[in-house]
């Protein structure tokens, strides 16, 4: 809802992973080169973990974005799928036939697809995301999809995306087969206090943004700290400091504004902002640790659907905002009219006074409008200002 008043072709900041708003941090970069790498050689496993909303996925989508013809690349997000679950899964990505046939007959028709596209002079390309969903018998599953070959060069090549769960699976003794396979793999950190900050301006100068409104220096270290220098959680925070920018009317954004919208944001139910307890990567890991970590899990599952939703949702509350603010806007108007008219006449009355007079709007909805809590609470804030 902010865009249009700050000249901005899009939003953002938006969750939905957006190959445009690719950044290239080290970590990012040294990721993407990887599995530019990978693609290459043509063979083998590349491994990307990092924790939750780091941009495991924007680089997917990145490189899937850069790819030309001759390489098929679908993307699948896991859920604890079995082996055969996966092998259904994967065939239907790739638009073959499964409903009713077992597994055996399932990688039959998947044999003769990836010979196909051999003779096309192509290869496919299984990107797994959320990896670390997968039972250890399903990612070796994966190892056994790698053997299609033909004049010794495999016919699919699959990368895989995951949280730092999957660093454990991975080293697991039964999955030594599976290790000799991956030619190389990444660990996304987050970012530093410079990192966020050049972030955070390349989303903006991917929408046109012409410096309205600026942004003072000192608000990134403060943005790093209580964001954990995690993107996703940068995106949320920033996204909240435009809106609270355009309903206050701001021409800069400054520490006190994060601050204040970082209140705001501790109060909320989604805890977004919530510093965590400790830092994933420790050593020693208590029950209580252990049992958060395998929640995590369960709530990366439903991530993508929710934040679908989520951006549904919120195009639906800006329009809703937006009418209310415009009725906000009249109503100020008025009021300022209102206060000039009886100040000529030598009589004085506050915001709230006037607020109630019958004389302001002969309307019928004014009535309706002067019991609303949000405009009671900016005529007691109009006033305490002028006080």
């Not at 993407?32 to 939750?52: N, R």
């Not at 050593?283 to 439903?302: F, K």
Request: hydrophobic content about 35%; overall charge negative.
């Amino acid at each position: 809802m902010y865009e249009s008043h700050f000249g901005l072709s899009d939003k953002p900041f938006k969750l939905s992973p957006d190959p445009r708003f690719f950044f290239s941090s080290p970590h990012h970069e040294k990721a993407a080169s990887y599995l530019k790498y990978g693609l290459s050689q043509g063979e083998g496993f590349i491994v990307i973990t990092g924790p939750i909303g780091t941009g495991k996925t924007t680089i997917a989508r990145s490189l899937v974005a850069s790819l030309d013809e001759s390489i098929v690349a679908v993307q699948i997000a896991t859920t604890r799928l079995t082996p055969e679950e996966l092998v259904r899964l994967v065939a239907a990505k790739f638009d073959i036939q499964v409903e009713g046939l077992g597994k055996a007959e399932i990688l039959k028709r998947l044999e003769q697809y990836l010979l196909k596209l051999h003779q096309q002079q192509r290869r496919a390309l299984l990107i797994v995301d959320e990896a670390q969903n997968l039972p250890p018998e399903t990612v070796e599953e994966l190892r056994m999809l790698s053997n299609f070959q033909l004049d010794d060069k495999p016919l699919i090549q699959s990368f895989l995306l995951g949280q730092e769960e999957l660093k454990g699976i991975i080293e697991l003794p039964e999955m030594e087969q599976f290790r000799q396979r991956i030619i190389a793999s990444c660990h996304l950190k987050p970012f530093d206090c410079e990192q966020t900050c050049n972030y955070i301006h390349h989303r903006l100068r991917q929408v046109g943004w012409l410096g309205k409104p600026s942004l003072c220096e000192n608000i990134f270290e403060i943005i790093t700290k209580h964001s954990q220098g995690i993107p996703r959680k940068i995106n949320i925070l920033t996204d909240r400091l435009f809106l609270y920018a355009y309903l206050e009317d701001l021409t800069a954004i400054k520490a006190v504004d994060v601050h204040h919208v970082l209140e705001e944001m501790q109060s909320e139910l989604s805890g977004s902002m919530m510093p965590s307890s400790r830092r994933k990567g420790e050593d020693d890991e208590s029950p209580v640790s252990q049992e958060n970590t395998s929640l995590h899990i369960l709530a990366a599952q439903g991530e993508s659907h929710a934040a679908q939703t989520l951006e549904a949702v919120s195009e639906i509350l800006d329009t809703v905002i937006d009418r209310k603010i415009s009725t906000i806007r009249h109503l100020d108007k008025l009021l300022r009219q209102k206060r000039k008219s009886l100040s000529e006449l030598g009589t004085t009355l506050h915001d709230e006074t006037i607020l109630e007079s019958d004389e302001l709007d002969n309307e019928k909805n004014n009535s309706a409008l002067q019991k609303k809590y949000w405009c009671r609470e900016l005529m007691a804030k109009k006033s305490s200002y002028h006080n």
